[in-house]
């Protein structure tokens, strides 16, 4: 009985953490005869073009959409710069997170 609990109980949570394991990542629509001004790298990180990615640091701009547990943009490089790839993207910015602290 114990052990058919436990598998039990293993099945449930494994179910539950592959539906949470949706990333939500959002990457960024590049507009027809736009100066593109990043780039996007392996993982999944915008990266802007003529800054140092070695001193910038990374923020979630965390975009409106339809699913459930949200979406988001990771970005590298300046705030306003990150902002405005997304709105020119058409998303519109609910939250930005990064390490110097939350704002709207």
């Known amino acids: 009985m114990k052990k058919t609990l436990r598998l039990i109980l293993i099945i449930f949570v494994l ?4 539906s949470c394991a949706s990333n ?15 780039t996007v790298n392996e993982e999944g990180t915008v990266e802007m073009l003529g ?3 070695k001193t ?5 701009l965390y975009i409106s959409c339809n699913h459930w547990s949200g979406c988001y943009m990771r ?12 709105t020119e993207s058409d998303f519109k910015v609910d939250y930005i997170v990064s390490p110097s602290g939350s704002r709207r």
């Open 15 to 18: 179910s539950f953490l592959a």
């Open 56 to 60: 910038e640091p990374k923020h979630w």
């Open 24 to 38: 939500g990542v959002v990457l960024p629509k590049s507009k027809p005869g736009a100066v593109k001004t990043y």
């Open 75 to 86: 970005c590298q490089g300046e705030i306003k710069s990150c902002k405005k790839v997304a």
């Open 51 to 53: 800054q140092d990615m």
